[in-house]
């Protein structure tokens, strides 16, 4: 009997300190996410539509399942709609930038039907662009029968400054305004408008404290509205080949390792300076870190190395609070 109990007590022990370990990883995983948002992993294929209306070209795609709502996708300066979807037979002319296609990854994934519209010029233009915009996407649910499926919209930098006026004309849900703080200031909104969730750098001090204002301003007309600070991520040897499919880990150690070497790294591995402020390319170049096979993926590099340092770049560090912020207003 004595055995028997010793053999029931050490197992016992043996389980409670497996459950203890699972528990404990649980929680540590809850508080320090993976930094990889690894791209093999994901069940659904980057293949979309190309349209063109009133000479804005636009891509869309269906989720795998009948659709649940709309996202509607509005990029930055200098970006197209053709920066969300891979490259493929499909699209060409796609560049598939690293955190901009997982806002399309999860959004298919999520059951969402996802629209994006090229701005007119450079940037976007409340006059050239909102009619074009409100006629493409009015007529694309139609089409496929989308009607009465809450919408929502996600703009970065320009883009959310467009969505912000944009919400005036389209009934959105909700919107995510990223590295933006819209045009509140200037706008004549009420408490109808749609709960507005900003996703910004804190080290954009001047942003954060237009944010701050646009916040104040939403609360007081009482329509919902959140913040999610983006704060500056160490760059790892494993952060290109994590972020960007294409890029092996070979070449992506060898990045890090010439970044490091030449002072772009401080001590902690966090950037020193805006990506767009150092000669990136020069450094590698120098340091045979940048191959010709690399080239092509060299608009994909400086952008994890911009929303590495978090000062004005698309990121996808509130990828999950965005869509935790559309289910929360998807009724």
Not at 40 to 63: A, C, D, N, T
Not at 171 to 179: E, G, S
Not at 218 to 237: N, R
Request: proline residues 5%; contains cysteine.
């Amino acid at each position: 009997m004595r055995a028997s109990a010793l053999l029931f007590l050490r197992w016992r022990q043996l389980v409670l300190c497996v459950f203890g370990a699972l528990l404990l990883l649980i929680f540590l995983s809850s508080i320090f996410p993976s930094r990889s948002r690894g791209h093999s992993s994901r069940s659904v294929e980057l293949l979309p539509i190309l349209g063109s209306k009133h000479g804005s070209e636009f891509l869309w795609q269906m989720p795998p399942r009948p659709a649940r709502a709309i996202l509607f996708l509005a990029h930055g300066c200098h970006c197209r709609a053709t920066f969300f979807w891979d490259k493929s037979p499909n699209c060409p002319h796609c560049i598939g930038l690293p955190e901009d296609r997982l806002y399309v990854l999860k959004a298919l994934e999520s059951r969402y039907a996802v629209i994006a519209i090229s701005s007119t010029n450079t940037c976007w233009d409340r006059q050239a662009d909102t009619g074009k915009v409100v006629s493409i996407l009015q007529g694309w649910i139609r089409e496929n029968r989308l009607d009465g499926l809450p919408i929502f919209a996600l703009g970065a930098s320009s883009g959310g400054y467009f969505v912000s006026t944009l919400a005036l004309r389209l009934r959105f849900n909700a919107t995510v305004l990223m590295i933006s703080e819209g045009h509140f200031e200037v706008m004549d909104f009420d408490r109808d408008y749609p709960a507005t969730l900003f996703a910004h750098m804190p080290r954009d001090e001047r942003r954060a404290i237009g944010v701050a204002r646009s916040m104040k301003l939403l609360k007081e007309k009482g329509v919902g509205t959140e913040e999610i600070q983006c704060l500056a991520l160490p760059v790892t040897p494993q952060l290109l080949s994590d972020r960007i499919p294409g890029v092996g880990d070979e070449a992506s150690r060898k990045i890090y390792q010439a970044l490091k070497e030449a002072g772009i790294l401080d001590e902690n591995d966090f950037m020193r300076s805006d990506g767009r402020r150092l000669v990136c390319r020069a450094v590698l170049d120098r340091r045979n870190a940048f191959p010709v096979s690399l080239k092509k993926w060299e608009h994909h590099i400086q952008e994890e190395l911009n929303a590495a340092y978090a000062y004005h770049e698309m990121t996808s560090v509130p990828l999950e609070r965005t869509f935790d912020w559309f289910a929360d207003h998807g009724k």
